[in-house]
Protein backbone atom coordinates (compact mmCIF):
# COMPACT_ATOMS: atom_id res chain seq x y z
CA UNK A 1 0.00 0.00 0.00
CA UNK A 2 0.92 3.75 -0.85
CA UNK A 3 1.97 6.22 2.15
CA UNK A 4 -0.58 8.41 0.72
CA UNK A 5 -3.93 8.22 3.05
CA UNK A 6 -5.77 9.40 0.16
CA UNK A 7 -4.64 5.99 -1.77
CA UNK A 8 -5.27 3.88 1.22
CA UNK A 9 -8.60 3.07 1.28
CA UNK A 10 -10.93 -0.10 1.55
CA UNK A 11 -11.36 -1.37 -1.71
CA UNK A 12 -15.09 -2.37 -0.57
CA UNK A 13 -16.48 1.14 -0.10
CA UNK A 14 -13.03 3.41 -1.13
CA UNK A 15 -13.21 4.81 2.77
CA UNK A 16 -9.89 5.70 3.93
CA UNK A 17 -8.45 2.66 6.67
CA UNK A 18 -6.83 5.77 7.94
CA UNK A 19 -8.58 9.26 9.57
CA UNK A 20 -8.80 11.75 6.68
CA UNK A 21 -9.83 14.82 7.36
CA UNK A 22 -11.66 17.27 4.33
CA UNK A 23 -12.47 20.76 4.17
CA UNK A 24 -16.05 22.14 4.10
CA UNK A 25 -17.13 25.29 2.83
CA UNK A 26 -20.44 26.69 5.02
CA UNK A 27 -23.20 26.66 2.85
CA UNK A 28 -26.89 28.91 2.69
CA UNK A 29 -28.50 25.12 1.09
CA UNK A 30 -32.30 24.76 3.09
CA UNK A 31 -30.70 21.76 5.72
CA UNK A 32 -32.17 19.16 3.49
CA UNK A 33 -30.42 19.77 0.58
CA UNK A 34 -27.26 20.22 2.35
CA UNK A 35 -27.98 16.64 3.69
CA UNK A 36 -29.05 15.22 0.99
CA UNK A 37 -25.52 16.59 -0.63
CA UNK A 38 -23.11 15.12 2.35
CA UNK A 39 -25.08 11.54 1.54
CA UNK A 40 -24.46 11.70 -2.00
CA UNK A 41 -20.85 12.87 -1.69
CA UNK A 42 -19.56 10.96 1.24
CA UNK A 43 -21.52 7.59 2.33
CA UNK A 44 -19.43 4.41 2.04
CA UNK A 45 -20.93 3.20 -1.29
CA UNK A 46 -21.33 4.07 -4.78
CA UNK A 47 -24.51 5.95 -5.96
CA UNK A 48 -25.22 6.73 -9.75
CA UNK A 49 -28.23 8.10 -11.28
CA UNK A 50 -29.43 7.47 -14.73
CA UNK A 51 -31.87 8.81 -16.98
CA UNK A 52 -34.98 6.37 -18.29
CA UNK A 53 -32.27 5.47 -21.53
CA UNK A 54 -29.31 4.54 -18.72
CA UNK A 55 -27.12 7.41 -19.66
CA UNK A 56 -24.95 8.76 -16.59
CA UNK A 57 -26.45 12.16 -15.19
CA UNK A 58 -24.69 11.76 -11.85
CA UNK A 59 -22.37 9.52 -9.60
CA UNK A 60 -20.52 10.25 -6.10
CA UNK A 61 -16.59 9.66 -5.69
CA UNK A 62 -16.78 6.12 -4.24
CA UNK A 63 -18.64 4.96 -7.93
CA UNK A 64 -16.28 7.03 -9.53
CA UNK A 65 -13.25 4.91 -7.36
CA UNK A 66 -14.63 1.19 -8.01
CA UNK A 67 -13.89 2.29 -11.36
CA UNK A 68 -10.93 3.50 -10.87
CA UNK A 69 -9.54 0.52 -8.95
CA UNK A 70 -10.95 -2.43 -11.26
CA UNK A 71 -10.28 -1.17 -14.74
CA UNK A 72 -7.19 1.83 -13.74
CA UNK A 73 -9.47 4.54 -15.56
CA UNK A 74 -9.07 8.29 -14.77
CA UNK A 75 -12.16 10.03 -13.41
CA UNK A 76 -13.20 11.36 -16.42
CA UNK A 77 -14.14 7.59 -17.72
CA UNK A 78 -17.28 8.50 -15.44
CA UNK A 79 -18.42 11.98 -17.05
CA UNK A 80 -22.16 12.42 -17.60
CA UNK A 81 -23.76 11.07 -20.99
CA UNK A 82 -22.05 7.81 -20.58
CA UNK A 83 -24.48 5.11 -21.55
CA UNK A 84 -24.10 2.20 -18.58
CA UNK A 85 -23.18 -0.47 -21.24
CA UNK A 86 -20.59 1.35 -22.35
CA UNK A 87 -19.30 1.58 -18.83
CA UNK A 88 -19.35 -2.47 -18.62
CA UNK A 89 -19.23 -3.31 -21.63
CA UNK A 90 -20.33 -7.17 -22.09
CA UNK A 91 -22.65 -7.01 -19.43
CA UNK A 92 -25.93 -6.31 -21.04
CA UNK A 93 -27.38 -9.57 -20.23
CA UNK A 94 -25.73 -9.42 -16.28
CA UNK A 95 -27.59 -5.90 -16.31
CA UNK A 96 -31.25 -6.67 -18.05
CA UNK A 97 -33.15 -7.49 -14.90
CA UNK A 98 -31.57 -4.90 -12.76
CA UNK A 99 -32.28 -2.37 -15.45
CA UNK A 100 -35.97 -2.91 -16.85
CA UNK A 101 -37.45 -3.53 -12.87
CA UNK A 102 -35.83 -0.41 -11.79
CA UNK A 103 -37.70 1.74 -15.20
CA UNK A 104 -40.92 -0.67 -14.41
CA UNK A 105 -41.05 1.00 -11.26
CA UNK A 106 -39.90 -1.05 -8.75
CA UNK A 107 -36.95 -1.59 -6.62
CA UNK A 108 -35.06 -4.36 -6.99
CA UNK A 109 -32.20 -6.16 -4.68
CA UNK A 110 -29.41 -8.79 -5.09
CA UNK A 111 -26.59 -9.19 -3.02
CA UNK A 112 -23.21 -10.70 -4.68
CA UNK A 113 -24.18 -9.97 -8.66
CA UNK A 114 -21.54 -11.01 -10.59
CA UNK A 115 -19.90 -8.96 -13.22
CA UNK A 116 -17.60 -9.40 -15.35
CA UNK A 117 -14.84 -6.68 -16.34
CA UNK A 118 -12.05 -7.26 -18.42
CA UNK A 119 -9.19 -9.14 -16.24
CA UNK A 120 -11.18 -9.82 -13.77
CA UNK A 121 -14.44 -11.23 -12.09
CA UNK A 122 -16.38 -9.16 -9.64
CA UNK A 123 -19.40 -9.22 -7.49
CA UNK A 124 -21.53 -6.30 -6.24
CA UNK A 125 -24.33 -6.00 -3.79
CA UNK A 126 -26.96 -3.70 -5.82
CA UNK A 127 -30.09 -1.92 -5.35
CA UNK A 128 -31.49 -0.46 -8.72
CA UNK A 129 -34.29 1.67 -8.26
CA UNK A 130 -37.17 3.91 -9.91
CA UNK A 131 -36.80 7.76 -9.86
CA UNK A 132 -40.22 9.66 -9.88
CA UNK A 133 -41.33 13.18 -11.51
CA UNK A 134 -45.16 13.93 -11.91
CA UNK A 135 -46.03 9.95 -11.17
CA UNK A 136 -43.88 8.83 -13.59
CA UNK A 137 -40.26 7.21 -13.82
CA UNK A 138 -37.97 9.92 -14.93
CA UNK A 139 -34.40 7.92 -14.16
CA UNK A 140 -33.07 5.33 -12.08
CA UNK A 141 -30.57 5.43 -9.07
CA UNK A 142 -27.79 2.36 -8.45
CA UNK A 143 -26.21 1.87 -5.04
CA UNK A 144 -23.47 -0.38 -4.95
CA UNK A 145 -21.23 -2.02 -2.82
CA UNK A 146 -18.35 -4.10 -3.55
CA UNK A 147 -18.73 -7.93 -2.82
CA UNK A 148 -16.06 -9.04 -4.47
CA UNK A 149 -13.59 -9.59 -1.66
CA UNK A 150 -16.31 -11.33 0.37
CA UNK A 151 -17.61 -13.77 -2.05
CA UNK A 152 -13.72 -14.50 -3.65
CA UNK A 153 -12.92 -15.21 0.38
CA UNK A 154 -16.36 -17.56 0.78
CA UNK A 155 -14.98 -19.62 -2.50
CA UNK A 156 -11.28 -19.66 -1.07
CA UNK A 157 -12.47 -20.45 2.47
CA UNK A 158 -15.03 -23.51 0.54
CA UNK A 159 -12.48 -24.41 -1.71
CA UNK A 160 -9.93 -24.96 1.12
CA UNK A 161 -12.62 -27.20 3.15
CA UNK A 162 -12.65 -29.36 0.23
CA UNK A 163 -8.53 -29.65 -0.35
CA UNK A 164 -8.73 -30.63 3.51
CA UNK A 165 -11.11 -33.19 2.34
CA UNK A 166 -9.52 -34.33 -0.35
CA UNK A 167 -5.76 -34.75 1.54
CA UNK A 168 -7.48 -36.37 4.29
CA UNK A 169 -9.49 -39.00 2.49
CA UNK A 170 -6.90 -39.77 0.36
CA UNK A 171 -4.46 -40.76 3.12
CA UNK A 172 -7.36 -42.70 4.82
CA UNK A 173 -7.75 -44.80 1.81
CA UNK A 174 -4.36 -45.80 1.47
CA UNK A 175 -3.59 -43.54 -1.38
CA UNK A 176 0.12 -43.55 -2.39
CA UNK A 177 2.66 -40.64 -0.69
CA UNK A 178 3.00 -39.21 -4.27
CA UNK A 179 -0.81 -38.70 -5.37
CA UNK A 180 -1.44 -36.99 -1.61
CA UNK A 181 1.73 -34.93 -1.90
CA UNK A 182 1.41 -33.47 -5.35
CA UNK A 183 -2.69 -32.99 -4.51
CA UNK A 184 -1.00 -30.60 -1.79
CA UNK A 185 1.42 -29.15 -4.40
CA UNK A 186 -1.53 -28.37 -6.66
CA UNK A 187 -3.72 -26.87 -4.06
CA UNK A 188 -1.23 -24.69 -2.65
CA UNK A 189 -1.39 -22.59 -5.91
CA UNK A 190 -5.37 -23.25 -6.71
CA UNK A 191 -6.71 -21.98 -3.07
CA UNK A 192 -3.68 -19.23 -2.23
CA UNK A 193 -1.93 -16.02 -4.26
CA UNK A 194 1.05 -18.44 -4.41
CA UNK A 195 2.77 -18.65 -8.39
CA UNK A 196 3.81 -22.10 -7.62
CA UNK A 197 5.03 -24.63 -4.53
CA UNK A 198 6.96 -27.81 -4.09
CA UNK A 199 7.62 -30.19 -1.32
CA UNK A 200 10.44 -31.77 -0.08
CA UNK A 201 10.45 -34.74 2.67
CA UNK A 202 12.01 -37.42 4.20
CA UNK A 203 11.87 -39.61 6.58
CA UNK A 204 13.37 -39.59 10.44
CA UNK A 205 16.01 -41.83 10.24
CA UNK A 206 17.22 -39.99 7.35
CA UNK A 207 18.42 -43.73 6.17
CA UNK A 208 16.99 -43.04 2.62
CA UNK A 209 17.50 -39.89 0.03
CA UNK A 210 15.22 -36.74 0.03
CA UNK A 211 12.02 -36.54 -2.63
CA UNK A 212 10.53 -34.04 -4.22
CA UNK A 213 7.48 -33.01 -5.80
CA UNK A 214 6.87 -29.89 -7.76
CA UNK A 215 4.08 -27.76 -9.58
CA UNK A 216 4.42 -27.98 -13.43
CA UNK A 217 4.88 -23.98 -13.25
CA UNK A 218 8.39 -24.89 -11.95
CA UNK A 219 9.42 -26.68 -15.14
CA UNK A 220 9.64 -30.50 -15.97
CA UNK A 221 12.40 -31.80 -13.81
CA UNK A 222 12.57 -29.17 -10.95
CA UNK A 223 11.57 -32.02 -8.25
CA UNK A 224 14.93 -33.94 -9.37
CA UNK A 225 16.88 -30.94 -9.43
CA UNK A 226 15.70 -30.42 -5.08
CA UNK A 227 16.43 -33.81 -4.88
CA UNK A 228 19.83 -33.08 -6.10
CA UNK A 229 20.02 -30.06 -4.12
CA UNK A 230 19.59 -32.24 -1.31
CA UNK A 231 22.04 -34.60 -2.25
CA UNK A 232 24.65 -32.42 -2.84
CA UNK A 233 24.14 -30.61 0.56
CA UNK A 234 23.89 -33.91 2.84
CA UNK A 235 20.64 -35.34 4.19
CA UNK A 236 20.80 -33.65 7.87
CA UNK A 237 18.58 -33.51 10.67
CA UNK A 238 16.72 -29.84 10.65
CA UNK A 239 15.83 -27.60 13.59
CA UNK A 240 12.11 -26.39 13.29
CA UNK A 241 13.93 -23.18 14.76
CA UNK A 242 14.88 -22.47 11.27
CA UNK A 243 11.19 -22.18 9.72
CA UNK A 244 10.27 -18.44 11.26
CA UNK A 245 7.16 -18.35 8.45
CA UNK A 246 8.70 -15.22 6.76
CA UNK A 247 8.84 -14.37 3.09
CA UNK A 248 12.41 -14.63 1.82
CA UNK A 249 12.93 -11.33 -0.47
CA UNK A 250 14.46 -11.74 -3.70
CA UNK A 251 14.82 -15.56 -3.13
CA UNK A 252 15.18 -16.26 -6.76
CA UNK A 253 18.67 -14.25 -7.36
CA UNK A 254 20.29 -15.22 -4.10
CA UNK A 255 19.87 -18.98 -5.03
CA UNK A 256 21.69 -18.22 -8.56
CA UNK A 257 24.20 -16.92 -6.31
CA UNK A 258 24.41 -19.90 -4.26
CA UNK A 259 26.54 -23.03 -5.09
CA UNK A 260 24.77 -25.46 -3.25
CA UNK A 261 21.44 -24.88 -5.21
CA UNK A 262 23.30 -25.30 -8.58
CA UNK A 263 21.48 -28.16 -9.35
CA UNK A 264 18.14 -25.77 -9.33
CA UNK A 265 19.92 -23.17 -11.45
CA UNK A 266 18.41 -23.78 -15.18
CA UNK A 267 15.42 -23.29 -13.54
CA UNK A 268 15.49 -19.45 -12.22
CA UNK A 269 15.64 -17.67 -15.55
CA UNK A 270 15.05 -13.96 -15.16
CA UNK A 271 11.55 -14.39 -16.39
CA UNK A 272 10.33 -16.81 -13.96
CA UNK A 273 6.49 -15.69 -12.37
CA UNK A 274 7.78 -15.32 -8.82
CA UNK A 275 11.16 -14.07 -7.38
CA UNK A 276 10.42 -14.42 -3.28
CA UNK A 277 9.46 -17.71 -1.72
CA UNK A 278 8.22 -18.84 1.87
CA UNK A 279 8.80 -21.93 3.40
CA UNK A 280 6.83 -24.29 5.89
CA UNK A 281 8.24 -27.31 7.70
CA UNK A 282 6.62 -30.30 7.53
CA UNK A 283 6.54 -31.58 11.50
CA UNK A 284 5.39 -34.97 12.52
CA UNK A 285 5.53 -35.76 16.41
CA UNK A 286 7.68 -32.51 16.97
CA UNK A 287 10.26 -33.85 14.38
CA UNK A 288 10.39 -32.33 11.32
CA UNK A 289 9.78 -34.71 7.92
CA UNK A 290 10.08 -32.22 5.17
CA UNK A 291 9.45 -28.50 3.99
CA UNK A 292 6.55 -27.02 1.78
CA UNK A 293 8.45 -24.11 -0.24
CA UNK A 294 5.57 -21.46 -1.89
CA UNK A 295 7.04 -19.02 -4.39
CA UNK A 296 5.34 -15.26 -4.85
CA UNK A 297 5.81 -12.33 -7.30
CA UNK A 298 8.03 -9.98 -6.07
CA UNK A 299 7.01 -8.05 -3.19
CA UNK A 300 3.73 -10.06 -2.22
CA UNK A 301 3.35 -10.89 1.37
CA UNK A 302 1.26 -13.56 3.08
CA UNK A 303 -1.68 -12.34 5.95
CA UNK A 304 -2.28 -14.43 8.70
CA UNK A 305 -5.28 -16.59 7.21
CA UNK A 306 -2.54 -17.58 4.29
CA UNK A 307 0.15 -18.56 6.65
CA UNK A 308 -2.56 -20.72 8.94
CA UNK A 309 -3.74 -22.17 6.22
CA UNK A 310 -0.47 -23.09 4.13
CA UNK A 311 0.93 -24.51 8.02
CA UNK A 312 -2.24 -26.95 8.25
CA UNK A 313 -1.72 -27.84 4.75
CA UNK A 314 2.00 -28.68 5.55
CA UNK A 315 0.89 -30.58 8.90
CA UNK A 316 -1.35 -32.56 6.46
CA UNK A 317 1.19 -33.56 4.21
CA UNK A 318 3.62 -34.06 7.29
CA UNK A 319 0.59 -36.65 8.51
CA UNK A 320 1.00 -38.62 4.92
CA UNK A 321 4.88 -38.58 4.99
CA UNK A 322 4.69 -40.25 8.28
CA UNK A 323 1.64 -42.54 7.27
CA UNK A 324 3.92 -43.52 4.19
CA UNK A 325 6.89 -44.29 6.25
CA UNK A 326 4.67 -46.78 9.21
CA UNK A 327 2.97 -48.40 6.24
CA UNK A 328 5.83 -49.04 4.68
CA UNK A 329 7.45 -50.06 7.65
CA UNK A 330 4.14 -52.33 8.37
CA UNK A 331 4.57 -53.86 4.95
CA UNK A 332 8.57 -54.89 5.77
CA UNK A 333 7.20 -56.64 8.80
CA UNK A 334 4.84 -58.34 7.16
CA UNK A 335 6.94 -59.85 4.63
CA UNK A 336 9.18 -61.16 6.92
CA UNK A 337 6.83 -62.64 9.13
CA UNK A 338 5.28 -64.08 5.96
CA UNK A 339 8.76 -65.71 4.74
CA UNK A 340 9.62 -67.05 8.71
CA UNK A 341 6.04 -68.71 8.35
CA UNK A 342 6.83 -70.06 5.14
CA UNK A 343 10.40 -70.98 5.95
CA UNK A 344 8.66 -73.20 8.73
CA UNK A 345 6.05 -74.81 7.08
CA UNK A 346 7.92 -75.74 4.30
CA UNK A 347 10.55 -76.86 7.17
CA UNK A 348 8.54 -79.19 8.78
CA UNK A 349 6.57 -80.92 5.71
CA UNK A 350 8.20 -80.87 1.86
CA UNK A 351 11.45 -80.60 3.76
CA UNK A 352 10.89 -83.76 5.91
CA UNK A 353 8.69 -85.45 3.10
CA UNK A 354 11.96 -85.47 1.04
CA UNK A 355 14.44 -86.81 4.14
CA UNK A 356 12.06 -89.40 4.26
CA UNK A 357 11.41 -90.21 0.26
CA UNK A 358 15.79 -90.47 0.73
CA UNK A 359 15.24 -92.93 3.72
CA UNK A 360 12.45 -95.14 1.22
CA UNK A 361 15.18 -95.03 -1.82
CA UNK A 362 17.95 -96.03 0.02
CA UNK A 363 15.93 -98.72 2.12
CA UNK A 364 14.73 -100.01 -1.81
CA UNK A 365 18.53 -99.88 -2.92
CA UNK A 366 19.32 -102.52 -0.47
CA UNK A 367 16.37 -104.85 -0.45
CA UNK A 368 17.22 -104.96 -4.25
CA UNK A 369 21.15 -105.88 -3.52
CA UNK A 370 19.62 -108.78 -0.89
CA UNK A 371 17.58 -109.98 -3.41
CA UNK A 372 20.75 -109.94 -6.14
CA UNK A 373 19.98 -107.85 -8.10
CA UNK A 374 22.89 -105.47 -9.71
CA UNK A 375 22.96 -101.70 -10.12
CA UNK A 376 22.36 -102.63 -13.88
CA UNK A 377 18.78 -103.61 -13.36
CA UNK A 378 16.41 -101.28 -14.83
CA UNK A 379 14.43 -101.24 -11.49
CA UNK A 380 17.99 -100.34 -9.35
CA UNK A 381 18.54 -97.94 -11.81
CA UNK A 382 15.33 -96.09 -11.59
CA UNK A 383 15.60 -96.02 -7.40
CA UNK A 384 19.29 -94.86 -7.89
CA UNK A 385 17.66 -91.77 -10.22
CA UNK A 386 14.98 -91.27 -7.44
CA UNK A 387 17.33 -91.55 -4.52
CA UNK A 388 19.56 -88.78 -6.28
CA UNK A 389 16.73 -86.76 -7.08
CA UNK A 390 15.42 -86.62 -3.79
CA UNK A 391 18.92 -85.65 -2.49
CA UNK A 392 19.11 -82.65 -4.66
CA UNK A 393 15.21 -81.50 -4.09
CA UNK A 394 16.52 -81.90 -0.55
CA UNK A 395 19.11 -79.65 -1.03
CA UNK A 396 17.73 -76.91 -2.88
CA UNK A 397 14.40 -77.14 -0.45
CA UNK A 398 17.15 -76.59 2.65
CA UNK A 399 18.72 -73.25 0.55
CA UNK A 400 15.22 -71.90 -0.18
CA UNK A 401 14.82 -72.37 3.85
CA UNK A 402 18.16 -70.48 4.27
CA UNK A 403 16.71 -67.75 1.50
CA UNK A 404 13.65 -67.19 3.66
CA UNK A 405 15.14 -66.93 7.11
CA UNK A 406 19.01 -67.18 6.77
CA UNK A 407 18.90 -68.52 10.90
CA UNK A 408 23.08 -67.18 10.81
CA UNK A 409 21.76 -63.90 9.73
CA UNK A 410 19.32 -63.93 13.06
CA UNK A 411 22.01 -65.33 15.32
CA UNK A 412 25.02 -64.40 14.51
CA UNK A 413 24.99 -61.20 12.29
CA UNK A 414 25.65 -60.15 8.75
CA UNK A 415 29.81 -61.11 8.65
CA UNK A 416 28.82 -64.57 10.13
CA UNK A 417 25.84 -65.28 7.72
CA UNK A 418 28.18 -64.65 4.54
CA UNK A 419 30.46 -66.73 6.04
CA UNK A 420 28.61 -69.43 6.07
CA UNK A 421 27.13 -69.13 2.72
CA UNK A 422 30.91 -68.29 1.02
CA UNK A 423 31.84 -71.91 2.26
CA UNK A 424 28.61 -73.20 0.57
CA UNK A 425 29.31 -71.61 -2.96
CA UNK A 426 32.67 -71.99 -2.56
CA UNK A 427 32.31 -76.44 -1.63
CA UNK A 428 29.74 -76.24 -4.56
CA UNK A 429 31.31 -74.22 -7.30
CA UNK A 430 34.64 -74.86 -6.67
CA UNK A 431 35.08 -71.47 -6.14
CA UNK A 432 37.36 -69.12 -3.99
CA UNK A 433 35.38 -66.82 -2.15
CA UNK A 434 36.35 -64.80 0.91
CA UNK A 435 34.66 -62.62 3.32
CA UNK A 436 35.81 -59.69 5.34
CA UNK A 437 34.50 -57.78 7.86
CA UNK A 438 35.12 -56.46 11.45
CA UNK A 439 34.39 -59.22 14.28
CA UNK A 440 31.99 -56.54 16.33
CA UNK A 441 28.39 -56.48 16.00
CA UNK A 442 27.68 -53.89 13.12
CA UNK A 443 24.99 -52.11 14.58
CA UNK A 444 22.70 -52.19 12.00
CA UNK A 445 18.99 -52.26 11.69
CA UNK A 446 17.68 -56.02 10.81
CA UNK A 447 15.83 -54.56 7.43
CA UNK A 448 19.17 -52.86 6.68
CA UNK A 449 21.26 -56.09 7.47
CA UNK A 450 18.97 -58.46 5.23
CA UNK A 451 18.32 -56.03 2.16
CA UNK A 452 22.37 -56.09 2.77
CA UNK A 453 22.63 -59.90 2.88
CA UNK A 454 20.52 -60.36 0.13
CA UNK A 455 22.66 -57.84 -2.26
CA UNK A 456 26.05 -59.81 -1.74
CA UNK A 457 23.87 -63.06 -2.44
CA UNK A 458 22.53 -61.41 -5.57
CA UNK A 459 26.00 -60.77 -6.79
CA UNK A 460 27.76 -63.91 -6.07
CA UNK A 461 25.05 -65.66 -7.40
CA UNK A 462 25.43 -63.47 -11.12
CA UNK A 463 29.32 -64.14 -10.71
CA UNK A 464 28.78 -67.63 -10.56
CA UNK A 465 26.53 -67.54 -13.46
CA UNK A 466 28.09 -64.96 -16.00
CA UNK A 467 31.68 -64.09 -14.93
CA UNK A 468 33.28 -67.26 -14.85
CA UNK A 469 35.62 -66.12 -12.17
CA UNK A 470 38.57 -68.01 -10.30
CA UNK A 471 37.43 -65.73 -7.13
CA UNK A 472 35.13 -63.48 -5.64
CA UNK A 473 35.80 -61.24 -2.41
CA UNK A 474 33.31 -59.79 0.11
CA UNK A 475 33.91 -57.02 1.73
CA UNK A 476 32.59 -55.19 4.24
CA UNK A 477 34.06 -51.91 5.95
CA UNK A 478 33.25 -49.04 8.36
CA UNK A 479 33.50 -45.39 6.63
CA UNK A 480 32.58 -41.97 7.53
CA UNK A 481 30.02 -41.84 5.62
CA UNK A 482 28.35 -45.27 6.48
CA UNK A 483 29.03 -48.80 5.86
CA UNK A 484 30.50 -50.10 2.44
CA UNK A 485 29.56 -53.34 1.22
CA UNK A 486 32.21 -54.46 -1.95
CA UNK A 487 31.34 -57.69 -3.85
CA UNK A 488 34.31 -58.11 -6.37
CA UNK A 489 35.07 -61.05 -8.74
CA UNK A 490 38.25 -61.74 -11.45
CA UNK A 491 35.63 -62.93 -13.64
CA UNK A 492 34.78 -61.63 -17.36
CA UNK A 493 33.49 -58.38 -16.82
CA UNK A 494 30.38 -56.95 -18.72
CA UNK A 495 29.31 -52.77 -20.09
CA UNK A 496 26.97 -51.85 -16.81
CA UNK A 497 25.88 -48.92 -19.21
CA UNK A 498 23.34 -50.37 -21.42
CA UNK A 499 19.81 -51.69 -19.99
CA UNK A 500 19.28 -55.28 -19.85
CA UNK A 501 15.76 -55.72 -19.94
CA UNK A 502 15.20 -59.24 -18.67
CA UNK A 503 17.97 -59.34 -16.45
CA UNK A 504 16.05 -58.65 -12.73
CA UNK A 505 19.66 -59.09 -10.51
CA UNK A 506 20.69 -55.59 -11.29
CA UNK A 507 17.36 -54.02 -10.47
CA UNK A 508 16.84 -55.77 -7.88
CA UNK A 509 19.71 -55.38 -6.15
CA UNK A 510 19.75 -51.12 -7.00
CA UNK A 511 16.34 -51.40 -5.57
CA UNK A 512 17.05 -53.00 -2.26
CA UNK A 513 19.86 -50.37 -1.92
CA UNK A 514 17.07 -47.37 -2.52
CA UNK A 515 15.09 -49.30 0.49
CA UNK A 516 17.30 -48.32 3.02
CA UNK A 517 18.86 -45.21 1.65
CA UNK A 518 21.99 -46.36 0.65
CA UNK A 519 23.81 -45.58 -2.76
CA UNK A 520 24.32 -48.27 -4.94
CA UNK A 521 26.81 -48.46 -7.85
CA UNK A 522 28.60 -50.94 -10.82
CA UNK A 523 31.74 -51.10 -11.69
CA UNK A 524 33.05 -53.39 -14.99
CA UNK A 525 34.44 -53.45 -17.97
CA UNK A 526 34.91 -56.50 -20.61
CA UNK A 527 37.93 -58.41 -19.31
CA UNK A 528 38.35 -56.40 -16.56
CA UNK A 529 35.88 -57.88 -13.50
CA UNK A 530 33.18 -56.31 -12.28
CA UNK A 531 32.87 -54.56 -8.74
CA UNK A 532 29.30 -54.30 -6.62
CA UNK A 533 29.35 -51.13 -3.78
CA UNK A 534 26.91 -50.48 -1.77
CA UNK A 535 26.92 -47.62 0.79
CA UNK A 536 24.53 -47.90 3.54
CA UNK A 537 24.30 -44.52 5.79
CA UNK A 538 25.15 -44.75 9.70
CA UNK A 539 21.91 -45.97 11.58
CA UNK A 540 21.20 -42.54 14.11
Not at 448 to 467: D, G
Request: charged share 25%.
Amino acid sequence: MSSDPTRDVLRSTSMPTRPLVDDVAPSGSPLETQLLELFFDRVPMGVAVFDTDMRLQRCNKTWTAFYEHYLGVPAEYTAPGRHLNDLIPGNEEAVRLLVDTALSGRVIRQAAHRIAIPGTETYWDVVFAPLFGDGRVVGVVDIVTDATDRVLSFQRLEARIATFSRVASGMSVDQPLSTTLSQVVDAVRSTSEAVACSIVCWEEDWRRPATAYADDVLGAGFADALEDVWRIRGMRPVDLAEYDGTVTRGFRDAALADPTLAPMHPFLVEDVPWKDMALFPLVASGVVVGEVSVYLTAGHDLDEDDRAYLSALADQAAVAVRNSALYRAAEQTAALEERHRLARELHDSVSQALFSMTLHARTAQRHLEAAGLGADHPVAVEIDQLHALTQSALAEMRALIFELRPGALEAEGLVAALTKHAAAVAAREQLDVEVRGPDRDLGLDPVVEEHLYRIALEAVHNTVKHAAADRVEIRLEHRDDGLELRVSDDGVGFDPRPERPGHLGLRTMRERADAIGATFGIHSAPGGGSTVTVLAPHPR
